[in-house]
């Protein structure tokens, strides 16, 4: 059984009088543990399509899976179900919360996906102990290097455990030695809990730690 | 459990700030207002509560208090007799000049009583006594009057309708709607002062009932035996004159349009400043959601930063109206905050906080899902 099944997604804005196709017939299926990178030039609907894999957009049309759950277009409710139980985001320019502290972001989000009080705050501790922050874990993002910002995001990602995390140009903004780190890690998670993982990006050096490479261009899946 | 909302309110402090005081500038607006206008009201009708009287006996269609007919002074008589009638005095209130020290004139409104002992009015006086007032050319000025009148002194002379009289005592918290200072003099002296006017007449019959008395029976008698007069309760009488100030002077909607424009400054403010947080915090909505968040999890946040900042914003804005009170009162006004006031402007302004956190809300659930993505 596939984490994520995506079978002929079509997703069509409409911009003034006109109807614009991003989408056009992508499709792609991800297996538990399995790490997928996603390439392609600006335009091409990476990011349409990483939003509707992650339950962010429905799609126009297609069939969507997620850990076993189809996704059912008339039910706008259901996208965020979904999210909420089985996926976590990691993006490029880490979307911590600048009130939170380092811990308090992963609790955070343990709360929203119905964790309650003390086994938040003992969860998110263990997870920031994972990414290897905790003696960084009071501190606000303002006073974390990009390297530990990316950490601090991606035990948020884990949090109450996702079997899909998708992740947008996560080595973007990081140094070369931070990025190999941040892909290690990414590698351990998805390998040790079997976890699917997708990331977009232009950075070849992700190749080095991916299963596959797949390519979108014109709204369809190359390769 | 993690409170995204009021950390990100604390952590933004001077926008916290000026949110908060936004809401208090617009909380003391309308509590000063307010509390004035009710301060004023409360001056149109204080001597009607403070007369021990059951049923007012008034001149027909009397709008108010201050504005009074003259009507036959024996007309008492026909009241006395009635059964439960306890005790029944004609009251008369006039309007008289004053001559200053200056050589300019003043207004004052008198009332003038035979006996004002068992009607409890003057109830402050603060030197003098009122019997001193049937024994001759005396008259009793309320400490208000000060201000129109220059200082004066037990002992002290002042004309009034052109006859010198002597300040006799000095009472306190006597006042009118229109703050013209109000006099206490002996019946007869007051016809005497105003003969064309006064002479055989009253402007009011107080009436008091005997223990165990049916109101509404004597007042049906009363008006069945004086058809060319009106007769009211206290609390009816203290109503139809507070009602004339508010509906005939603009006053009572004054009053609205200050409470409409204390509510609109906090609306906007607390609008605005949620608007722009929102906006400057749009992706972190956005990644709220990608995290599991829903439109309800936005709006809790929202809502309870509109009711922190609603919260501090009403202590805030009521410190500073009652702190003006003592500063009011040396204004000669006075301000009254009602407990039942305070709680409704205290509910008014969180519910108002919490329709402008909507603003700000329609603006989170309608963003681009995909904004998380962007950088």
């Not at chain 1, 993982?197 to 080095?208: F, Y």
Request: proline fraction near 4%; charge should be neutral; charged fraction near 20%.
């Amino acid at each position: 059984m596939f984490s994520v099944v995506a079978e002929e997604v079509t997703k069509v804005f409409r911009e003034g009088r006109d109807d614009v196709p991003v989408l056009k017939g992508a499709s792609l299926s991800i297996a538990p543990g399995e790490i997928v990178s996603l390439e392609g030039p600006s335009g091409s609907g990476k990011t349409t399509f990483l939003s509707i894999l992650g339950c962010l957009l429905s799609p126009t049309s297609g069939h969507i899976s997620i850990a076993g759950e189809t996704l059912e277009a008339k039910r706008p409710a259901q996208l965020q179900t979904i999210r909420k139980r089985h996926i976590g985001f990691v993006f490029q320019q880490f979307n911590l919360f600048p009130a939170l502290s380092a811990l308090e972001n992963v609790e955070y989000a343990l709360n929203l996906k119905g964790v309650p009080g003390k086994a938040a705050y003992e969860q998110a501790l263990a997870l920031i102990e994972r990414v290897g922050l905790a003696d960084r874990a009071k501190f606000l993002p303002r006073d974390l290097s990009g390297g530990q910002k990316q950490r601090v995001a991606i035990a948020r990602a884990l949090a109450a455990e996702p079997s899909v995390l998708l992740a947008d140009e996560p080595t973007a903004n990081l140094d070369i030695n931070v990025a190999e780190t941040i892909l290690d890690l990414f590698v351990e998670l998805a390998q040790r809990d079997q976890r699917a993982l997708l990331i977009v990006t232009h950075d070849p050096k992700v190749r080095r730690v991916v299963d596959r490479t797949v390519r979108i261009e014109g709204g369809r899946i190359a390769a | 459990m993690v409170d995204l909302g009021l950390k990100t309110l604390l952590h933004d402090k001077v926008r916290f700030g000026i949110t908060t005081l936004g809401v208090a500038f617009a909380v003391t607006l309308v509590l000063v207002q307010i509390g004035l206008f009710v301060g004023l009201l409360d001056n149109s009708t204080i001597t009607i509560r403070k007369f021990d009287a059951d049923l007012w006996v008034t001149s027909k269609n009397s709008p108010n208090l201050d504005f009074v007919h003259q009507f036959p002074e024996s007309n008492v008589y026909r009241v006395r007799s009635i059964p439960g009638v306890e005790r029944a005095d004609n009251l008369i209130l006039s309007f008289m000049q004053v001559a200053l020290p200056t050589g300019a004139e003043e207004t004052t409104i008198v009332y003038a009583m035979k006996d004002f002992e068992p009607w409890g009015v003057p109830w402050r006086v603060q030197g003098g006594n009122l019997d001193d007032l049937r024994r001759g050319n005396f008259v009793m000025f309320d400490a208000s009057a000060e201000k129109r009148f220059g200082s004066f002194a037990v002992g002290d002379y002042r004309e009034v309708n052109g006859k010198r009289l002597r300040v006799v005592g000095v009472t306190s918290e006597a006042k009118s709607f229109t703050t013209t200072p109000l006099s206490f003099m002996a019946y007869e002296k007051a016809q005497e002062l105003a003969p064309d006017l006064l002479s055989g007449k009253a402007s009011y019959i107080l009436v008091k009932l005997a223990p165990g008395t049916d109101r509404e029976q004597v007042r049906r008698e009363v008006a069945r035996r004086l058809p060319h007069n009106d007769v009211y309760t206290s609390a009816e009488w203290a109503t139809r004159s507070r009602d004339y100030w508010i509906e005939n002077t603009g006053l009572g909607f004054n009053a609205f349009l200050t409470v409409f424009l204390g509510c609109l400054v906090g609306v906007v403010v607390v609008a605005q400043t949620l608007y722009a947080s929102t906006m400057e915090h749009i992706k972190e909505f956005g990644t709220v959601k990608a995290i599991g968040g829903s439109n309800l999890d936005i709006y809790r946040m929202l809502a309870k930063q509109a009711s922190i900042a609603a919260g501090f914003g009403f202590v805030l804005g009521y410190l500073p109206a009652q702190l003006l009170k003592p500063v009011i009162a040396q204004a000669d006004l006075k301000l009254i905050i009602e407990p039942e006031f305070t709680v409704a402007v205290a509910f008014g302004t969180l519910v108002l906080c919490l329709c402008s956190s909507l603003i700000a809300f329609r603006k989170v659930a309608s963003i681009d899902p995909a904004l998380v993505f962007r950088s």
